[in-house]
C-alpha cells in the first residue's frame, strides 16, 4: 500500500470518530504546570509526532548527537507489475536495496546507505536488479530522508510527549516505524488519562526493545565489509537463524516471543545480491 493511501484511510478514520483536524505547522510551543500552548491554543498535554527531525523534540532540548556514521535513504516507485508478493532484499558493498510490492502496478524500490551519491548510481550496484526494472515508466521523482539515527535524550519533557520516529530512531533496516508509531500512541495516552507521564518511557523502551535490538545488531554486523559480505552466504548455510531473525521482525511490536509470518524477506544469493567491486 502507498502511504499516500495510508494516510487517506487514517485521516478518515479520524475525521469518523469526530477528532477536530487543524493541518498546519506547529511553530511556538509553551508549557507551564496546567498545560501547553501551541500557536495560542491551550491543551492540557502534546503529542508530537512530527517526524524524524522533530522541531519540537528540538525545541524542548532533547536532541542527542549521534555517534555512528549517518545512513540515507532514497526512494523511487516503478509503473511495473511486482514481480514477487514478497520484500526483497538486495546487499552491495556500500548500501541495501528494498524492493517493495507498492500495487498490481507499482514497484517501490528504496536504498539505505552511507555513501552519498544519486539514485541510479545506486542501482548500479545491484546490476540484476537494474536489469528488471529497465525500460519502466518513473512513477514519481526520487525521495529521500536522513540521517536516519536519531536520538532523543527523553520521550517525556513536561506536558510534552514524543511520539513514533519523533521519539528516536535507530534505521529504515528492518521496516517497523509505523507498527512502532501505532503501538507507542495508546501508550501515551494511557500516561496521560492515568497522569503518569513517566510510564511512559517505560513503555516506550519496552515497546522499542526489539526494534533497538535488532537494528543495532543488524547495522553492526553489516558495517565492516568482511561482515558484510559474509552475511547472505550464512543466511544460506543457516536458514534456521534468517527464518528465527524474520518472524522476530515480523512479530507484534512489544511482543516477547517469537511469532512466525508468511511475509518473509528475501536474501538474494551471493551472485545476485552482493557484487563485488
Known amino acids: 500500500m502507498r502511504r499516500t493511501t495510508l494516510h487517506a484511510l487514517l485521516r478518515e478514520a479520524v475525521l469518523a470518530a469526530g477528532v477536530s483536524v487543524d493541518q498546519r505547522t506547529a511553530r511556538h510551543v509553551e508549557q ?92 548500479a550496484a545491484f546490476p540484476e536488479l537494474r536489469e528488471r526494472l529497465a525500460g519502466a515508466d518513473l512513477a514519481g521523482p526520487v525521495r529521500g530522508a536522513g540521517p536516519l539515527r536519531q536520538v532523543a535524550s527523553a520521550r517525556t519533557a513536561g506536558r510534552v510527549l514524543l511520539v513514533g520516529d519523533a521519539a528516536g530512531y535507530v534505521d529504515a533496516l528492518t521496516g517497523e516505524g509505523i507498527a512502532l508509531a501505532l503501538a507507542q500512541a495508546p501508550a501515551a495516552v494511557r500516561a496521560i488519562t492515568s497522569g503518569d507521564l513517566a510510564a511512559y518511557e517505560r513503555e516506550w523502551r519496552r515497546l522499542t526493545r526489539r526494534y533497538r535490538w535488532l537494528t543495532h545488531a543488524l547495522l553492526n554486523a553489516t558495517r565492516k565489509p568482511p561482515l558484510r559480505a559474509a552475511l547472505v ?14 518472524a522476530l521482525l515480523a512479530g507484534p511490536v512489544g511482543s516477547r516471543g517469537v511469532t512466525h509470518s508468511g511475509a518473509a524477506r528475501h536474501l538474494d544469493s551471493p551472485h545476485q545480491g552482493w557484487h563485488r567491486k
Open 32 to 123: 507551564d504546570q496546567d498545560g501547553v500552548v501551541v500557536d495560542g491554543i491551550r491543551a492540557g498535554h502534546l503529542v508530537a509526532a512530527d517526524g524524524l527531525h522533530s522541531p519540537i523534540r528540538r525545541a524542548l532540548g532533547l536532541n542527542r548527537p549521534r555517534r555512528s556514521p549517518a545512513r540515507h535513504g532514497l526512494r523511487r516507485h516503478y509503473a511495473l507489475a511486482p514481480w514477487s508478493d514478497h520484500v526483497e532484499v538486495h546487499w552491495a558493498r556500500e548500501a541495501e536495496a528494498y524492493v517493495t510490492p507498492v500495487a498490481d502496478d507499482l514497484v517501490g524500490v528504496a536504498v539505505l546507505t552511507t555513501a552519498r551519491r544519486p539514485f541510479d548510481d545506486h542501482l
Open 233 to 246: 552466504p550464512v543466511a544460506q548455510r543457516l536458514p534456521w537463524l534468517f527464518s528465527a531473525t524474520v
